[in-house]
């Protein structure tokens, strides 16, 4: 269930999950997130043997992503902001994001994300190591699957993924997950010649900003959607990629 949620890798029919099989799917997303992780960590690594501009190559690896998980972390940004916009009740910014279509706030949102994402990569693709550290960003940002699903956080709608997930994840593997994290992204900064600080730090704030994304879903939406997990993912990238591009490492 996590690697067919998470990525474009075949799986074959998954059963209807259970509450138990939900559970586990959020807990090991990033596990899950591996075949993309090892797929953006080799386009640094030959985007860097290749001499590549850094840009061309933070711009190819960015694109991997999007390949890797179809786009879909992307559309459920475009489609959490467009309901942001819709406005008027919570049944009406629900409508909005169910119809798909992208909305001019949903369009602004995904350029300004993907043209940060390669930004910062471009100043993190150069570095010793720097392919491994692409590759960690990106495992870590699937922990934010455990806040998104954390006990407590309820379901916007009585069906679909939102409903199947919500609320899934104890609050206590919320906080080992946090912590092995951290521990993971402090190890890679370290060894890419940065601060291990910086992996602590960039995985602190991702989550601060998580949170803060899904305070607002709770308070327009009333609780998370599909879509909602797919921006959670998308922010946490963004805000560790953008921590870890800090020249003050």
Same mark, same amino acid.
């Given at each position: 269930? @996590?690697?067919? #949620?998470?990525?474009?890798?075949?799986? &074959?029919?998954?059963?209807?999950?259970?509450?138990?099989? @939900?559970?586990?799917? *959020?807990?090991? /997303?990033?596990?899950?997130?591996?075949?993309? @992780?090892?797929?953006? /960590? =080799?386009?640094? =690594?030959?985007g860097h043997l290749a001499t590549l501009p850094a840009l061309l190559t933070a711009t190819l690896a960015v694109a991997v992503i999007a390949a890797a998980t179809r786009a879909m972390h992307l559309d459920g940004?475009? +489609? #959490?902001? +467009?309901?942001?916009?819709? &406005?008027? #009740?919570? !049944?009406?910014?629900? !409508? %909005? *994001?169910?119809?798909?279509?992208?909305?001019? *706030?949903?369009?602004?949102?995904?350029v300004l994300v993907l043209v940060t994402q390669m930004a910062a990569l471009t100043a993190i693709v150069d570095r010793p190591q720097g392919w491994l550290l692409a590759g960690a960003a990106v495992v870590a940002s699937r922990a934010s699957t455990l806040l998104t699903c954390r006990r407590g956080m309820p379901s916007a709608r009585p069906t679909g993924l939102g409903a199947v %997930?919500?609320? /899934?994840?104890?609050?206590?593997? %919320?906080a080992v997950g946090g912590v092995l994290m951290a521990a993971l992204m402090g190890l890679v900064a370290g060894s890419a010649g940065l601060s291990p600080w910086a992996g602590v730090v960039a995985v602190a704030v991702a989550a601060f900003a998580v949170m803060l994304l899904l305070r607002t879903c709770r308070r327009v939406f009333g609780g998370v959607t599909g879509d909602v997990m797919g921006a959670a993912i998308e922010v946490a990238l963004v805000v560790l990629l953008l921590v870890l591009s800090s020249g003050r490492w």
């Open positions: 269930m @996590a690697v067919g #949620t998470l990525t474009i890798v075949p799986v &074959g029919v998954i059963a209807a999950p259970t509450r138990g099989h @939900a559970r586990w799917a *959020m807990v090991l /997303s990033p596990v899950a997130a591996l075949p993309v @992780a090892v797929a953006v /960590s =080799a386009v640094v =690594a030959l940004l475009a +489609d #959490t902001v +467009d309901g942001f916009g819709a &406005g008027w #009740t919570r !049944e009406r910014a629900l !409508e %909005v *994001m169910r119809k798909g279509d992208v909305g001019p *706030m949903g369009v602004a949102a995904l %997930v919500a609320g /899934s994840v104890p609050n206590a593997a %919320v």
